[in-house]
């Protein structure tokens, strides 16, 4: 019998939900078993917890319907569980490090009680920890072990079931269980606090609990504010049937009535007016029912509240309210005025605002308005076949509005008049960057977000340990802005879910259907392979070696990691080097002089990446993220990491690509040489590390992925009805061009 059973409710926190399970399995003190609690089988939450399972035999993954929520999953997870003492811990929080240690000494210490109350610390998702946060708990607390009655802040409905330590025969013997609905814990601490025979305390911050960007469902619009109604009733109910000590009754009275009072107070909780009616009417009913006998009311404003409160009087309560709010709305006036006085210079934005939404106008853009590309283009391009009542506008930069777009798209130049039209009124928005940000997000409004890569470097607010790279970046905060304005967020594979999660949160539902623009790895034909390569000027019968490198944060301008004249000669004459630098060195010197000396073919302004992929029969790269694109082609990869120590350093990365590549890793050029002079650029060992690869990051792109966002943005399907992934091993990319020549 282990003496810890940790139950981890494990539900749409991909992103967290690793860090959370490393923090439990990787304590010092060993002797625990975790218990991940999954919805459906499929969901990323139950592959993540089912491959750390894999590796520790200390991880059970059970099963809970999603639609019993978190308090089903506790019990799902608390039914299985074989450990002397009960934690539970959310999916996306972590345990303190030596917080198992801490707690099993205090334990010994105490002789096991019923009831371990210990600490933990609200860390905010970007800033980091807020300290302690039940200070309360410790002031004026016996010493040793005691019961409710005996310490003067317990009962405490608002401790969180996670902030505790529950002796597993304690929680059988008296059947608890956590209720549904919302405000769960507030029944269950009252249940074991009152029900514990031996508490005791132990003053250590055990658990880091995270505030998320999206805020607390808790605080929430919506009608599961009513559940805080029914947790009141359940409380009292439960609190007189357990003891009839005044003073422990009047304890749990005052705090229950306090929040409920708090929600009535904030009317964004509750969004509509009849629903704040109806709540005030039954929690005044609730008030009445359960206040104690000689429960004193609070003194000053608060007080005047529990009085209209307990009267059911909803116009004055809803009046004392409103008096408040119109004190703060005088003080801020003045600010207020100024910045509307200020936005009133002319600009026909703000009057395009004021004009209905367009239900059928999309503005899609790529790369900061560069043309028909990536996924935008590969969207628009389904949404002809699929969506032909929807009206397409593509932005383009004025460096590239000359650029050639399909007959029936509107080319709208950025900064126009047209421009901030169509951006005022628009239903949907593409971009697989980020608009500005004078653009608003205007209600009713739908914003997909495409992205444009799989990340292996440190993406959005990861950054923040990266100087360098943050500062390149630009603001945080204001990238944060814009992700508010993410309705949707396309993802191709798990490992991208996860990071997009932590990198850009926010409140939109995540699309994990595929790139869109990798459907043509899947949709072209040899014929299309041809045609491409011709018109690239990639000779008949030679191998076309894609070569490929990422930016480097710590240099400013383009230096070639290789001597590709030297290495183009060295590799023979069946091959044939195409150049493809990143987008941020155009009209470098270095690149110029390289370009001139005609040792290679130049694709790199070349608009489409899809077409450059398709013609190359190999690809040697660095870091750029266009390996995980074409890995979908089931092509060699050479990885060429000769500075691998110092770009991890400088930019931060997600995982250790040289431990797990998508084909041969080269550190010298000498070494990249051989590989393609000896053959093993495409040899069996090769093929292992790019099989590999592809099962972990090809995962969703299999030639529909635009078909998906069509038909879930555009049409409104559910998710649920969209075209299934096809199986990798069903999956036929398009065929390579050239005979690749044998070695011995």
Known sequence: MPRFSVVVPAHEVPGRLPDCLDSVLGQGFADVEVIAVVGAPDELCASIARGRADRDARLKVVRSAPGDGLPGARNAGTAVAEGEFLLFLDGDDTLAPGALERIDARLTETADPDLLYFDHERVHWYDGGTGPALGRLWQGAPVGTFTAREHPALPDVWVPAWSAAYRRDFVTQHQLAFVPGMFTDTVWNTVAALKAERIALLDRVCVRHLLRRQGSRTYAPGLHHMDLLDQFDLVMRRATELTDDPVLLDRLFQQMAGKVLKTAATPGRLPTPALRRRYFRRAARLYREHRPTGSRRPGGSVGLQHTLLASGSYAAFGALRGTKRRLGKTVRFGRRWAGRVRRRVVNPYRTYLRRPVDENLAVFSAYWGSGYRCNPAAVHAAAR?????????????ERHADTRLPDDVERVVIGTSRYWEVMATAKYTFNNVNFEMAVEKRPGTVHVQTQHGTPLKRMGVDLVEYPAAAAAAGSLAKLLQRVDRWDFNISSNHHSTEVWERAYPGA????????????????????????????LGVPDGKVAVLYAPTHRDYRTEFLPQLDLAAFCRDIGDGFVVLLRAHHSYAGAPALERLLRSGALIDVTDHPSTEDVCLAADALVTDYSSIMFDYANLDRPVVVYADDWDVYRETRGVYFDLVDAPPGPVARTQDELTAAFRDGAWQ?????RLRGAFRRRFCQFDDGFAAERVVRRVLLGEPAAALPPIVPLERRVPAPAAARVPQHP
């Open 385 to 397: 076949r699929l969506a032909p009542h929807i009206k397409p506008v593509f932005l383009v930069d």
């Open 508 to 535: 939109y539902e995540s699309l994990d259907v595929g790139y869109p623009r990798n459907d043509a790895y899947y949709t072209s034909t040899a014929a299309d392979v041809a045609a491409i390569r011709r018109r």
């Open 683 to 687: 040899g069996a060992e090769s093929e």
